[in-house]
């Protein structure tokens, strides 16, 4: 990603997907203990793992992301209040820098959608997480029925309709974790997952 388009990121998408951070943050609180060595795999601008950093004794969050204008905007969100907290990288998701089995739970959002080679980024994350540990996929999928996406629209604040045009343009639909490419990614990188439907969001849970 370019800087310009990086900065357009940080003060637009940012704030779509802010609520999405908070449910994750949430579900870390509710399902987990507080000192995992946490891995958020494409990080954006940062938002998440500020949000990490601010709320649990986490002593190891790594940041990973492709663009490396994103990651100097990350540096400079973080930088403010959690410098010595978070680590940040560059490096592609097809070939995350880390040793084996050295994350207990790698974080995604958004970012599953631009991945080329779904199966290979499977892959990488089975291998660098620990024992026990759990990979969270999550996307957004436009083909959600419309009972649920009316729930989703209370969760996020937002819109049914604005929602479903995100969706649309950058998400993936339910139907490629049940027989498209993703559901074939899965089996041909031989993953323990599973997949949960929480209206227009849908969380892949990968597992060693």
């Not at 990086?6 to 908070?22: C, Q």
């Not at 494409?42 to 002593?59: E, M, P, R, S």
């Not at 969706?167 to 993936?172: C, E, K, M, N, V």
Request: net charge positive; charged share 30%; proline share 3%.
């Amino acid at each position: 990603m370019p800087s310009g388009s990086a900065h357009l990121y940080d003060k637009l998408a940012t704030r779509i997907l802010e609520p999405l951070y908070d449910m994750v943050t949430e579900e870390y609180r509710m399902k987990t203990r507080e000192d995992l060595k946490i891995l958020e795999v494409g990080c954006g601008a940062g938002k998440l793992l500020g949000k990490v950093a601010d709320k649990f004794n986490t002593y190891t969050i790594l940041g990973l992301d492709i663009s490396e204008a994103m990651v100097m905007i990350s540096k400079k969100n973080l930088d403010k209040h959690y410098k010595y907290k978070v680590d940040l990288f560059v490096a592609d998701a097809h070939r995350i820098p880390l040793k084996r089995e050295s994350i207990d739970l790698i974080l995604s959002t958004g970012t599953l959608h631009h991945i080329r080679r779904p199966c290979i980024f499977f892959q990488q994350c089975i291998e660098t997480l620990s024992e026990y540990g759990e990979a969270w996929i999550y996307e957004f999928s436009c083909d959600a029925p419309d009972k649920e996406l009316k729930v989703s629209a209370e969760l996020l604040r937002k819109p049914s309709l604005f929602l479903k045009i995100v969706a649309s343009l950058h998400g993936i639909p339910r139907r490629e974790y049940n027989e498209g490419y993703i559901k074939q990614a899965l089996d041909k990188a031989k993953a323990k997952y599973e997949v949960k439907y929480e209206g227009i969001i849908t969380k892949l849970i990968l597992k060693t």
